[in-house]
Antibody, heavy 122, light 107 residues
Framework: QVQLVESGGGVVQPGRSLRLSCAAS????????MHWVRQAPGRELEWVAV????????YYADSVKGRFTISRDNSKNTLYLQINSLRDEDTAVFHC???????????????WGRGTVVTVSS | EIVLTQSPGTLSLSPGERATLSCRAS???????LAWYQHKSGQAPRLLIF???NRATGIPDRFSGSASGTDFTLTISRLEPEDFVVYYC?????????FGQGTRLEI
């Protein structure tokens, strides 16, 4: 079954860290660039980060640069997002998403996960 | 950063009617690099349209997209009950990619 399943969210105090995971199945994970997109309560979708199919290149939104790290393990078909120094404004549903084209594709997404909820609260 | 402005914020229609959703870009999107997604709360977003007017795999033909300059339109020709959710446009011509604020379709 072609799917993405996120995990690792929860309620976390400000300043703490969290690692999100996204398990991929049903397609050749190592051939596709992968992204994280988040949605804060009542807000629009916000792109967070991208990693190339081979894990060699990553880019971040300015709002998370220096605090978030995207990575992947192609042997485990898993995408990660390390979030450090959590802030109240990081409260959101975090989705992982797959680029539609293999290798160096355009940054739009034909497969998304349902998301994992991160709540930053003291 | 390219800003996408969707209108209306909420659209009230009935099943069987035609819906027209708009998305305006703050600058030109080379190659009409715009996608539309359908998002039901608590579920994964679903790609409907890419390249402004190309239906994604498995999308019914009642969904169509068009472009005119920096104005983009998603049309749902005959609304089904399951269509009453939120729709987002997204540009992918420039980083950071960006999304519109969404249009909620309600009965």
């Amino acid at each position: 079954q072609v799917q993405l399943v996120e995990s690792g969210g929860g309620v976390v105090q400000p300043g703490r860290s969290l690692r999100l995971s996204c398990a991929a199945s049903g397609f050749t994970f190592s051939s596709y660039g992968m992204h994280w997109v988040r949605q804060a309560p009542g807000r629009e979708l916000e792109w967070v980060a991208v990693i190339s199919h081979d894990g060699h290149t990553a880019y971040y939104a300015d709002s998370v640069k220096g605090r978030f790290t995207i990575s992947r393990d192609n042997s485990k078909n898993t995408l990660y997002l390390q979030i450090n120094s959590l802030r109240d404004e990081d409260t959101a549903v975090f989705h992982c998403a797959k680029e539609i084209s293999p290798l160096a594709g355009a940054w739009y997404f034909d497969l998304w996960g349902r998301g994992t909820v991160v709540t930053v609260s003291s | 950063e390219i800003v996408l402005t969707q209108s209306p914020g909420t659209l009230s229609l009935s099943p069987g009617e035609r819906a027209t959703l708009s998305c305006r870009a703050s600058q030109s999107l080379r190659g009409n690099s715009l996608a539309w997604y359908q998002h039901k709360s608590g579920q994964a977003p679903r790609l409907l349209i890419f390249g402004a007017s190309n239906r994604a795999t498995g999308i019914p033909d009642r969904f169509s997209g068009s472009a005119s300059g920096t104005d983009f339109t998603l049309t749902i020709s005959r609304l089904e009950p399951e269509d009453f959710v939120v729709y987002y446009c997204q540009q992918y011509v420039a980083s950071p990619i960006s999304f519109g604020q969404g249009t909620r379709l309600e009965i």
